[in-house]
């Protein structure tokens, strides 16, 4: 056998024994009646047609989508057709995003409602990408208090992103939310706080703490501290980065099967230019399709 054989087939195996460690079921204190996972395909960077994308996810063995609300009437019956067809949950992404944060409010309280007071189907969750980082705190606390309003008349669950650009975008940031709204529910992305703070947010373990008790909802990508999104989570150089994530994900799910709750995952692995990709021809480093649905299947085989 050549050096460079030997190399290649060395990363291979070294990959596999990575994998395998995630593939173990997450050994729960108690699991109660009630626990369900619920685990998402994003549509983002995805080519086709809606009805391709449909046949497609279910075909992966998905249990539902995320997908932004549209305000259009004619985009809303083609995504609840689709939907009916495929048998497939979904959860509805809302956002503003005008800097003017009165317009961006009004943006924002027409997305969601029409979310949560539609009468097609009724989401698992809605998930908001809330405010802006340069928002002030009462412009920004305008987001909360109404979808906390909007959540208990519905009895949907209205999350707010922990994410870059929006008002939950580092963790010390969001404590100060955390602390300020008991109600407030969270979609938890790490990978954008892991880039924002440059680290595996090891020196700030009371903010994640505080986070990770009010997460409903994960979108399971794995970030770095220089990005929010590793090239390749299958990758054995990148074990450090999944082992953060992992243990943070662990932390929510034994708490939710404690508590007997539906959990809901999103695979969000993304297209360039979240995918890194190669200098002039721009090809991605990594199947994009194909990484989430290892994480869907590791996933599952973790947590149901």
Known sequence: MNRKTFIAD??????????DAWSHPLQASTTRAGFQLRIMATDWGFSGTLDEYGAKVRSAGYDGIEIWWS????????????????????GFLCAGSQSDPVEHLA???????????????RPLYINCHSGRDFFSFEENKAFIELTTS?????????????????????????????EAFPDLRLTFDVSHWCNVSESLLTDQPKNVSLALERVDHIHARIGHPEGPQVNDPRAPEWQGAAEAHFAWWDAVIRRKQERGEVMTILTEFGPPDYMPTLPYTREPLADQWAINIYMMQTLRKRYS
Not at 10 to 19: I, T, W, Y
Not at 107 to 116: I, N, S, T, Y
Not at 158 to 176: D, N, Q, Y
């Open 71 to 90: 305000l259009d009437s004619s985009r809303q019956d083609e995504i609840f057709r689709m939907l009916e067809k495929y048998k497939l949950e979904v």
């Open 150 to 178: 909007l959540s208990r008349e519905t009895g949907i669950r209205i999350l707010h992103e922990t994410h870059r650009s929006r008002m939950l975008f580092a963790a010390p940031v969001a404590r100060h939310f955390i």
């Open 10 to 19: 060395s990363s291979l195996v070294a990959a596999g024994l990575f994998l």
């Open 107 to 121: 943006l924002f309280k027409q997305m969601v409602e029409g979310a949560a007071r539609n009468t097609r189907q």
